[in-house]
């Protein structure tokens, strides 16, 4: 895809990983970036425009479509990782807010971002749902690819 001219909306956009994607989207001329946050506050980024949004909120990815709904490419990058025994004290908690944020929250916003069924079937559009895991130490990316959403 190309990047120069396009509009983007990067999620988890705050700090690390989305941080540096939205820096790196500015830096090859992107024409905008949205950089989402669930706190825009803490968007420090020059040259982007903090936007709030909490993947977990159906409200504010609707509100998030009505202000970004021109994209051209949706950066799911939003996440969280909260490690701990498979059976600790609040292992199933931790599960289920990891799947909401990390799961939910990307096909929340592809959904958003197509509302309209008709529309996903005739684009035959993709999203991808990727993690870059960094306690591994190596540095994995594992990604999903959703294809034909909405067919």
């Known amino acids: 895809m190309k990047v120069a001219g396009s509009?983007?909306?990067v999620t988890g956009a705050n700090r690390g990983l989305g941080r540096a994607f939205?820096?790196?989207l500015v830096e090859m001329g992107a024409a905008k970036v949205y950089a989402a946050a669930r706190n825009p506050e803490a968007v420090t980024l020059k040259g982007v425009?903090?936007?709030k949004l909490d993947v977990t909120s159906d409200e504010?990815?609707?509100?998030?479509a009505r202000v970004a709904g021109n994209i051209n490419l949706l950066i799911n990058n939003a996440g969280i990782a909260r490690p701990g025994g498979f059976l600790a004290d609040g292992a199933v908690e931790?599960?289920?807010e990891q799947f909401e944020v990390n799961f939910v929250g990307p096909l929340r916003m592809a959904r958003a971002?197509?509302?309209?069924?008709?529309?996903?079937?005739?684009d035959h559009q993709?999203?991808?749902c990727c993690k870059l895991d960094e306690r591994s130490g190596a540095g994995d990316l594992w990604c999903i690819?959703?294809?034909?959403m909405g067919a």
Do not use: C, N, Q
Not at 60 to 64: C, E, L, R, Y
Not at 145 to 148: A, D, G, L, Q
């Open 7 to 9: 509009i983007v909306l």
């Open 22 to 24: 939205a820096k790196a």
């Open 49 to 51: 425009v903090p936007l």
């Open 60 to 64: 504010d990815a609707v509100a998030a």
């Open 94 to 96: 931790a599960a289920r």
């Open 113 to 122: 971002f197509a509302p309209d069924e008709e529309r996903r079937r005739r």
């Open 126 to 128: 993709r999203a991808f």
């Open 145 to 148: 690819e959703i294809s034909r």
